[in-house]
């Protein structure tokens, strides 16, 4: 029976939650993309960022109080925060406060791990914060969910922490972590890329997967910290040590996420991508251009928010008839395209293309100027580079591994550092 204090208690939850959202990370995988900026600052999908979905969630799921804990390479993503994300009014105690890396145990010792990283910010989220609850993020994942929905399931199953888990097909969850939870959800097991993974109970052929999205009970949370910190042979991790340990002692559930998604494809299917790896980071692009997009931009009952960039219009100047001119694609404003044949990409803010140049299935970050007579396809193009007239891209795959680097799937990336070698 749901009494006069638990409905008040649901009623404000959001009011006695903090997010963490975990946006250190480099993103390796990502390779120069992430040579000068975090993972999370990586632009996507013609105008944001890939954390500004997670942030975005956190709004649109009326979660007001939001600390990025950031760390490496973090400054195009704090200037991202402080000029799209400071408009939460901190008189009405909202805000996204920045929480860079603080070396709170010594002079020499940063985040460890993403365990850690939290550890070290806990005196602050005891003495200026002081939730009841805290749901921990990562800021690099593309998805739309409504994590008010989870907080609610926390609160209703007792637990002290629960982890959002995803769906996959059991023979692809050897890549993940993997829960075996009982009929309630009640999380009995975890184990990391398991050979054999334990399947969901009423899904033989499906298992539940960490999406890496924890919410805890504030002062259980502390209590594993604090022990953790402690522990010789802990490796600071999340993933690697609290769960575990909380699995033990049977206070964790699992949250499907097909319960509090909000971002669906034409077929109504749940829509989630990590995208650490060129190939990844390509498709979900590519989801963005499909003839039904995987992923819906212009949903305005979830919108994803970023930083608005003040530039002209989108401009397209033909004077050669064509049978193909533009098809398929997102063009930010900004860009200039001169009687170039564009389809399949997607191209940010300020992108100029030269006449006659061809450019297909490509990710063309901002400020790129491609010259004339060039041919690119299958490519990520970093920002502020240049390409030569006629320069082919994603034509001949020997002379590109020559200049260029080449994705496990075939995707060329390409950096300006690239660029000046082929040069000289």
């Known amino acids: 029976m749901l009494t006069q204090e638990t409905y008040t208690d ?9 997010v963490l959202i975990l946006a250190g990370g480099r993103g390796s995988r990502l390779y120069e993309l992430t040579d000068n900026r975090a993972k999370p600052a990586v632009y996507f999908g013609g105008s944001r960022r890939i954390i500004d979905f997670a942030l975005s969630n956190c709004i649109n799921s009326n979660l007001l109080k939001i600390g990025v804990i950031t760390q490496y ?6 200037r991202h925060l402080q000029r799209g994300w400071s408009f939460l009014p901190y008189e009405r105690n909202q805000y996204i406060d920045m929480l860079p890396a603080r070396q709170q145990l010594d002079e020499t010792t940063w985040y460890r791990g993403t365990a850690d990283a939290v550890y070290q910010n806990m005196a602050i989220m005891k003495s200026h914060y002081c939730p009841k609850y805290v749901i921990i993020l990562a800021g690099d994942h593309i998805y739309k969910m409504n994590y008010n929905r989870m907080l609610e399931d926390h609160v209703d199953s007792g637990a002290k ?8 097909p059991r023979n692809q969850a050897s890549e993940f972590g993997v829960m075996a939870v009982n009929e309630k959800l009640q999380v009995k097991a975890f184990v990391e890329k398991p050979a054999d993974p334990p399947a969901m109970p009423d899904k033989p052929n499906s298992s539940l997967a960490s999406m890496g999205i924890y919410v805890f009970n504030a002062d259980y949370l502390y209590e594993m910290l604090d022990k953790e910190v402690t522990n010789p042979n802990t490796t600071h991790d999340f993933g690697k040590d609290i769960i575990p340990k909380a699995v033990e002692q049977g206070v964790i559930y699992a949250h499907p996420f097909e319960r509090s998604s909000e971002g669906r494809n034409a077929t109504g299917t749940i829509y989630w991508r990590d995208v650490g790896t060129i ?19 212009y949903d305005k009952s979830w919108p994803i928010h970023g930083r608005p960039q003040q530039t002209a219009p989108a401009r397209f100047f033909y004077k050669k ?3 193909s001119t533009l098809d398929n694609s997102l063009i930010a404003g900004g860009s200039v395209i001169t009687d170039a044949e564009i389809s399949n990409s997607v191209l940010f803010h300020e992108v100029k293309v030269g006449e006659d140049s061809v450019v297909s299935e490509c990710v063309v970050l901002p ?11 299958r490519a990520v193009i970093d920002r502020h580079c240049e390409i030569p007239d006629g320069l082919q891209i994603g ?10 680097r080449i994705s496990k799937g075939g995707i060329v990336l390409v950096c300006q550092k690239m660029l000046d070698k082929l040069a000289k």
């Not at 009623?11 to 939650?17: A, I, K």
């Not at 190939?279 to 995987?294: I, N, R």
């Open 10 to 18: 649901k009623r404000n939850l959001t009011s006695q939650t903090l």
């Open 161 to 168: 922490c629960t982890v959002g888990c995803i769906e996959v």
């Open 279 to 297: 190939d990844s980071y390509w498709a979900a692009h590519m989801d963005l251009v499909s003839e039904k997009p995987q992923l819906d931009l």
């Open 395 to 404: 034509v001949n795959p020997e002379e590109d591994a020559k200049h260029f």
């Open 367 to 377: 400020q790129v100027i491609i010259g004339k007579n060039c041919t690119i396809k």
């Open 321 to 323: 008839a064509r049978t």
């Open 73 to 78: 390479a973090a400054h195009s993503l704090l």
